[in-house]
């Protein structure tokens, strides 16, 4: 079983609408949660990051983590083509360097 | 303030050659991360390198690959006779602090392995 779990797609949703994109995780230990936007052909850029459960907001994104179930959340409110992206959600220990990643979800938003 | 730089930004190979990446960190950051990821996969974690120092290289291949991070110059990672399933994108990123979850990634260099 994968550490982090991420439906890869592609998911494409008209421009206006609100996304919801989703991973789960197995292991317990996992503190910090992230999301990167990766546009194709380049680095990834860490858009949010949430410690433990809990929401967090910035702009028109929405990082969500409920530890209960394991499960991270990233809503896209009033997406725009400029959103059309690969989305990576990770995972990091609170020890060490390493990064956990999803299998990255391909977003296409259409004008 | 420049960014994580990595060069060469594609690198082609033919099989048995050697391939050496380059990372440059953002200014300020002595942490530095490489991550790999092939076609259709995420980002798997490599190694992990302070400088002259490799903390964590669990996620590295036990042959042909190795990392390092010496007090002057970028960090380097090298692949010895690489083969076809070589081929990736290879990530460098950096952070500020010891094991901080804001890595900053550089935009990749793309190995092609003929």
Redesign the interface.
């Known amino acids: 079983q994968k550490e ?1 779990e ?1 439906d ?1 797609g592609p998911l494409s949703v008209p421009e206006g609408a609100i996304v919801s994109l989703n991973c789960t995780y197995s292991n317990s230990a996992f503190q ?1 949660f ?1 999301w ?1 936007r990766q546009y194709s ?6 858009l949010m ?1 949430t410690y433990s459960s809990g929401n967090k907001e910035d702009g028109r994104f929405t990082a969500q983590v409920d530890k209960s179930s394991k499960y991270i959340s990233l809503f896209i409110r009033d997406s725009q083509p400029s959103d059309s992206a690969t989305y ?1 959600c ?1 995972s ?1 220990y ?11 979800t391909e977003l296409s938003v259409k004008p | 303030n420049a960014g ?1 730089m990595q060069n060469p930004r594609h690198l082609v190979r033919r099989r048995g050659q050697e391939a050496r990446l380059r990372c440059s960190p953002m200014k300020g950051h002595s ?1 530095v ?1 490489w ?1 790999r990821q092939l076609p ?6 490599m190694v ?1 390198l302070q400088k002259e120092n490799i ?2 290289e ?2 590295m291949p036990k042959e042909r690959f190795s990392a390092e991070f010496p007090k002057e110059g970028p960090s380097i990672l090298r692949i010895q006779q690489v083969v076809r399933g070589d081929s990736a994108a290879y ?1 460098c ?1 950096s ?1 500020q602090t ?11 260099t ?1 190995l092609l392995v003929l």
């Open positions: 982090v991420q890869p910090y992230m990167y052909r380049k680095g990834p850029e860490l990051y990576l990770a990091w609170n020890q060490g360097g390493k990064l956990i990643f999803g299998q990255g | 994580v942490h991360y991550y259709e996969e995420g980002l798997k974690f992990y903390i964590d669990s996620g990530f990123a952070s010891s094991g901080t979850e804001t890595q900053y990634f550089g935009p990749g793309r």
